[in-house]
């Protein structure tokens, strides 16, 4: 479910838990069977699922009341539909909401070592 509550995500099937796996008895695998089946909200069911923390809305001060604004960065054509796909499950899932506002930040890709 998204962070308001509106959509269910998907579950992904590598964040399922594999109780082969696991290095306890049966006893306790069942027991923690029954923990993550009694209480799946605060398990992960993907990638997107990254909860959320209620608290008060968090004010930003800033040294200037002048809005600092850059050219965006160009984002590599062959990325370009990878990035895509991301920020519309960012949005999708509210984790990222779509503003107007004169102060923004320009969106830096890093390659992981690991490909």
Same mark, same amino acid.
């Given at each position: 479910?998204?962070?308001?509550?509106?959509? &269910?995500?998907? !579950?992904? /099937?590598?964040?399922? $838990?594999?109780?082969?796996?696991?290095? =306890?008895?049966? *006893?306790?695998?069942?027991?923690?069977?029954?923990?993550?089946?009694?209480?799946?909200?605060?398990?992960?069911?993907?990638?997107?699922?990254?909860?959320?923390?209620?608290?008060e809305?968090? &004010?930003?001060? !800033?040294? /200037?009341?002048?809005? $600092?604004?850059?050219?965006?960065?160009? =984002?590599?054509? *062959?990325?370009?539909?990878?990035?895509?796909?991301?920020?519309?499950?960012?949005?999708?899932?509210?984790?990222?909401?779509?503003?107007?506002?004169?102060?923004?930040?320009?969106?830096?890709?890093?390659?992981?070592?690991s490909?």
């Amino acid at each position: 479910m998204n962070l308001d509550g509106n959509e &269910e995500l998907e !579950t992904d /099937t590598k964040y399922k $838990v594999d109780y082969d796996l696991c290095d =306890i008895t049966k *006893k306790e695998k069942d027991m923690l069977r029954e923990r993550i089946n009694r209480f799946p909200d605060v398990f992960s069911q993907c990638q997107y699922d990254l909860g959320c923390c209620k608290v008060e809305q968090a &004010e930003i001060p !800033t040294s /200037t009341g002048d809005p $600092v604004a850059l050219k965006p960065y160009r =984002i590599n054509p *062959k990325y370009e539909a990878e990035l895509a796909k991301h920020m519309s499950e960012l949005l999708k899932t509210s984790i990222l909401v779509e503003g107007d506002t004169p102060w923004c930040s320009n969106l830096v890709l890093v390659r992981k070592k690991s490909g």
